[in-house]
T-cell receptor, first 114, second 117 residues
Framework: AQTVTQSQPEMSVQEAETVTLSCTYDTSESDYYLFWYKQPPSRQMILVIRQEAYKQQNATENRFSVNFQKAAKSFSLKISDSQLGDAAMYFCAYRRPLEGKLIFGQGTELSVKP | ETGVTQSPTHLIKTRGQQVTLRCSSQSGHNTVSWYQQALGQGPQFIFQYYREEENGRGNFPPRFSGLQFPNYSSELNVNALELDDSALYLC????????????????FGEGSRLTVL
């Protein structure tokens, strides 16, 4: 069975600095999707960034980028120039291509200090 | 484009009661899935509906059931509520795999917060 592990329950970053959130996963599949979702206090899950396993190039979305290491089954999220609005719970998630189910990690609570 | 909407946003029930939660999928999405998120935890997959049929289920007992309607909206029903059912229930919609432009992304609603006393 696939599993997703986030080993950092809490992280803190100074405004304008860079922070990296860690995620590892376990799967025997070769093709899959990986996601980082953000959940602010408003509760709605918002997609931050996605990565398709067959793509070697790391995904980037503005200040957000990932370091995807397929062999190591690692998928970390880097947030550059952190902003107060980045404070939220961040969840790493895995999905097989033809399945609807997302498998989530336990989450990392990010706080941003002014 | 209308996003995923859920109702009610909050509700309180007592143990043994039944609850129905509702979800309207994002425009153009015919696949709906439900997740249970206990406090401080990641969401857990309950089940998915595609074309009004359940086509995937997580490790939840049969007292968790659902429906999908022809307009792709969905309901989650929970019978015989237990204290451990207290959680945030999230609905997500997506376009079906294989469709041009499929991104794998799920689009979530804001959830229904259920408290069981």
């Amino acid at each position: 069975a696939q599993t997703v592990t986030q080993s950092q329950p809490e992280m803190s970053v100074q405004e304008a600095e860079t922070v990296t959130l860690s995620c590892t996963y376990d799967t025997s599949e070769s093709d899959y999707y990986l996601f980082w979702y953000k959940q602010p206090p408003s509760r709605q899950m918002i997609l931050v960034i996605r990565q398709e396993a067959y793509k070697q190039q790391n995904a980037t979305e503005n200040r957000f980028s990932v370091n995807f290491q397929k062999a190591a089954k690692s998928f970390s999220l880097k947030i550059s120039d952190s902003q107060l609005g980045d404070a939220a719970m961040y969840f790493c998630a895995y999905r097989r291509p033809l399945e609807g189910k997302l498998i989530f990690g336990q989450g990392t609570e990010l706080s941003v200090k002014p | 484009e209308t996003g995923v909407t859920q109702s009610p946003t909050h509700l309180i029930k007592t143990r043994g009661q039944q609850v129905t939660l509702r979800c309207s999928s994002q425009s153009g999405h015919n696949t709906v899935s439900w997740y249970q998120q206990a406090l401080g935890q990641g969401p857990q997959f309950i089940f998915q509906y595609y074309r009004e049929e359940e086509n995937g289920r997580g490790n939840f007992p049969p007292r968790f059931s659902g429906l999908q309607f022809p307009n792709y909206s969905s309901e989650l029903n929970v019978n015989a509520l237990e204290l451990d059912d207290s959680a945030l229930y999230l609905c997500a919609s997506s376009s079906p795999p294989g469709l041009a432009g499929f991104s794998g992304e799920l689009f979530f609603g804001e959830g229904s917060r259920l408290t069981v006393l």
